[in-house]
């Protein structure tokens, strides 16, 4: 005899509020910091990483400046192009956060 399996209630589904990896402000922010950093890193242009990674030009300036959100897609897309493992992009590298060297960002 085989079960069968009640619904869950809607409240139980969590229901992601935007698309893309980073689920937060900050989290965002500290996408934004590491892809700007990798970029400097391996000093590529904006155009030579789109075309690598088949990611627009105006996409990866929204993603530079924090007014967009990555899907994993395009991270992993972009993380490609730059040959590096996908996770250095979201993960907040204190070195390179200026207040933890004594700048003032207000």
């Given at each position: 005899m085989s079960a069968v399996l009640e619904p869950l209630p809607d409240e139980s589904?969590?229901?992601p509020r935007r698309?893309?990896?980073p689920s937060s402000e900050e989290e965002l922010l500290v996408f934004a910091r590491r892809f700007n950093a990798e970029i400097r890193r391996h000093d590529v242009t904006i155009a030579?990483?789109?075309k690598a990674s088949s990611v627009s030009v105006r996409h990866i300036r929204q993603l530079q400046?924090?007014?967009?959100?990555?899907?994993?897609?395009t991270a992993?897309?972009?993380?490609?192009?730059?040959a590096i493992p996908?996770?250095?992009l979201f993960k907040e590298d204190r070195r390179l956060r200026p207040e933890k060297r004594g700048v003032n960002l207000t």
């Open positions: 589904v969590p229901v698309r893309g990896v030579r990483l789109s400046d924090g007014s967009s959100r990555p899907t994993l897609g992993l897309k972009l993380a490609k192009a730059l996908a996770g250095r």
